[in-house]
């Protein structure tokens, strides 16, 4: 109860104190290709829910189509502006929306595409038991995919040798261990990492 109290009243103060960015951001997406300023991404959520993953878009049209989930930072799809957003994570921040809806929470098991909850083992389920989040142990691991990913002839195969094993193994590790003092420490420390980028 005490987490999406805090969910819900720092993402709304998130959203109103970050508005003049997300207009910035969206003039910026918008002046490059004229297409949509939000991409919504089919997410499963707690106990397999499916929803809609707000984020600013970073790529081109229709790139869920012409490409695969796995996205390298040298990826054709990227747009200029999407390059940048994604450099600094700020494409992530239209999540504070899920958020605040309660489809995510600020820290959790970061929300994968079905084609790779579909491989979960019985064990990894119970990693939908709780709501997925913006941020957590796996993220601080690996705050940017985009550049283990580059280079790879294919990054489907590179992700799934190079990054989720080890995904996997810390999102189970926060379920098993969660608590209030953890959540906090994952924010700070994300904070922390943002902020030396």
Sequence with gaps: MLKRLFDVVFSFLGSVLLLPLFLLIGILIKSEDKGSIFYRGVRVGRFGVLFGMFKFRTMVFNADKIGGPSTANDDSRLTKIG???RKYKLDEIPQLINVFKGEMSFVGPR????FYVNMFTAEEKIILKVRPGI???ASLWNSDEGAILAGSLDP????ME???????????KYVKERNFWVDGMIIIQTIMKIIKR
């Excluded at 929300?111 to 079905?114: D, L, N, Q, S, T």
């Excluded at 190079?162 to 189970?172: A, D, F, G, S, V």
């Design 111 to 114: 929300p994968e595409v079905p």
């Design 135 to 137: 941020t957590d142990w």
């Design 162 to 172: 190079k990054i989720r094993p080890e995904k996997i193994r810390l999102q189970l």
């Design 156 to 159: 489907e195969k590179a992700y």
């Design 83 to 85: 390059k940048f957003l």
